[in-house]
């Protein structure tokens, strides 16, 4: 009977283990941005009411729940770890958003964002450039991409701005050819 008990805890601590385990190890670590940066990058994005905002490894979910708080911008995170996604979806309820944001506990780089109008991201140099073609496959047109202290390798930014020692880059997704 102890040993069926013993079991019984095993398999359940490992269930529980494993619905708070990333699907795969995290590409980034978790670094917040400061909420001044956070709301130049809005800023700098134009972000508006009409606006769809798609933050990509969103962390504990400010950029989405500053955009949706501010601007009533519905917003998607998408962060592979899920106790990134708890502390998110923890926040939105907090700051009274839950009806205009959701997270995702999803692959940054297998997620659909076609629905996006303003992509946010503070990834690194090989990640941005990795999701740039699923960017400007996926958006349409005039949406908005703004990245938190890398660029996009030969892409130019269209706008950039130094702010608490960290450059901030937006570009604009080109029409199709």
């Known amino acids: 009977m102890q040993f069926s008990a013993f079991a019984l805890a095993c398999l359940s601590f490992g269930a529980a283990f494993a619905q708070t385990a990333p699907k795969r190890a995290p590409d980034v670590r978790y670094e917040p941005s400061s909420p001044e940066i956070v709301r130049q990058m809005l800023k700098m994005a134009g972000v ?3 606006d769809v905002l798609y933050d990509l490894g969103c962390g504990d979910g400010r ?3 500053t955009a949706a708080k501010e601007f009533g911008t ?4 998408i ?3 899920p106790q990134r996604i708890t502390e998110a979806n923890a926040n939105a309820r907090q700051a009274g958003v839950t009806k205009l944001v959701t997270f995702r506990n999803e692959d940054l780089f297998e997620s659909d964002v076609r629905e996006a109008t303003v992509v946010t991201l503070y990834l690194w ?3 941005n450039l990795k999701l740039r073609p699923r960017l400007l496959e996926q958006l349409k047109p005039g949406s908005r991409i703004v990245s938190h202290y890398h660029d996009m ?3 130019p930014a269209e706008k950039q701005m130094e702010i608490e020692g960290h450059m901030i880059y937006m570009w604009t997704v080109p029409a199709k050819k």
């Open 48 to 50: 508006q009411k009409n």
């Open 63 to 65: 950029i989405v729940i």
């Open 74 to 77: 519905r917003g998607v995170g």
């Open 79 to 81: 962060d592979i770890d």
């Open 125 to 127: 140099p090989w990640i």
């Open 153 to 155: 390798g030969d892409w």
